[in-house]
């Protein structure tokens, strides 16, 4: 499982024009489910994200977590951060999860969210989504928690 952590000031996502998701203070996290992802891969990057330290103490170094601010966390599911980017000018799409299991762990994943962290909010799966965001720093971090079997 893949995720993509922007630190943010404020982000939000719409669909149709309409916004379904927003924060302020907090991570953007864009999310790939791969082929052999479990719930155990889903849980252990849930962890990462809720821990790690991306955000400025009063030294300025990055020794804070989304939890420890009290940030947002904006998770938008985005299969194409599983492409298979190696060769050619096409990316191939051979180590993304099927969409019904990608939508189903995505699905575990922002309950799992929702259980344990005080400010939640997504896309919709599948959705043409317009995402806008104020990437803070910039910071932007790729995390990857290995699928069960290695592609």
């Known amino acids: 499982m893949i995720g993509l952590l922007q630190r943010v000031s404020r982000a939000d996502v ?13 991570l953007l996290v864009l999310v790939a489910v791969e082929r052999g992802d479990q719930e155990e891969q889903a849980d252990r990057l849930l962890e990462r994200l809720l821990t790690y330290r991306v955000f400025p103490d009063d030294e300025g170094r990055m020794n804070r977590s989304v939890q420890d601010v009290g940030g ?9 951060l599983a492409a298979d980017t190696r060769k050619g000018t096409r990316p191939g799409f051979t180590p993304a999860a099927a969409p019904e299991e990608g ?12 259980n344990t962290h005080p ?15 104020i990437n803070d720093g910039p910071v932007t971090f790729w995390l990857r928690v290995e699928p069960v079997t290695a592609m």
């Open 14 to 26: 719409a669909v149709a024009g309409e916004v379904v998701g927003k924060i302020d203070r907090g």
């Open 72 to 80: 947002g966390l904006l998770l938008v599911s985005q299969f194409t």
């Open 119 to 133: 400010v939640v909010q997504t896309g919709v799966f599948g959705a043409d989504m317009a995402v806008s965001l």
């Open 103 to 114: 939508q189903r762990l995505f699905a575990y994943l922002v309950s799992r969210a929702r």
